[in-house]
């Protein structure tokens, strides 16, 4: 039998995910950090009134973000869901004073030009990050997905707020539970095969 990894075990370890925030910071210092890291998909830089946080993912954190995005688009296409995959996606509105970088992020239907994703992944490996629902919020996502000690926690813009939902709306249907429940396998490709199979009902 393949080993598991245990994430639910392995969360809020300091030394995972490096963290720095800078505080009294203007749009324009934002837009300089971005400008200096360039294309990279890392470190991560959000942006929340004045205040900027910085991330360099861990190894780990990569792995999971990448696997719920892998699962994620095995149902798509066993389900036959048209979506598109955008990654890091920097999203942000110098007039709200807000900008994020999802883990992971999707556009779902036939859209040509879309203005932020339909739905934001984040993996919360190391606590103590800035409020991403503040900064969501008011760019118009229309669900965000958090990654949990091995749960993953759903929530849905109503109203100019975000409600904690038992299931995810904008993928109705899916089972997030059973999706997590494959995150661990000894490989990615274990995960995506093993979840296929209970998908197809094998």
């Known amino acids: 039998m393949a080993a598991h990894v245990r994430w639910s075990e392995r969360d809020d370890r300091p030394t995972e995910d490096h963290i720095v925030r800078l505080h009294g910071a203007s749009w ?59 990654g890091s996606w920097t999203v942000g509105d110098k007039r709200v004073q807000r900008a994020a970088e999802p883990d992971e992020c999707y556009v779902f239907g036939e859209v040509a030009n879309p203005a ?57 249907g899916l089972d997030l539970r059973q999706l997590a429940a494959y995150l661990d396998r000894a490989t990615t490709s274990q995960s995506i095969v093993e979840y296929r199979a209970a998908l197809q009902g094998r």
């Not at 971005?34 to 009134?49: C, H, K, Q, T, Y």
């Not at 994703?117 to 958090?146: C, H, M, N, Q």
């Not at 990654?147 to 995810?168: D, F, H, M, Q, V």
Request: charged share 35%.
């Open 28 to 86: 324009e210092d934002y837009e300089r950090l971005v400008a200096i890291r360039g294309d990279r998909s890392a470190p991560r830089i959000a942006f929340l009134e004045g205040e900027i946080e910085i991330m360099s993912p861990s190894r780990d954190h990569e792995s999971i973000k990448s696997r719920i995005g892998r699962l994620v688009e095995v149902w798509c296409l066993e389900r036959g869901i048209e979506f598109s995959t955008y």
């Open 116 to 172: 932020q994703p339909d739905l934001a992944i984040e993996v919360v490996w190391t606590s103590g990050g800035i409020d991403k629902l503040e900064i969501y919020r008011e760019l118009g996502v229309r669900e965000v997905w958090f990654w949990r000690k091995g749960a993953i926690t759903p929530y849905r813009l109503r109203a100019n707020r975000y409600e904690e939902i038992g299931a995810s709306e904008v993928l109705a």
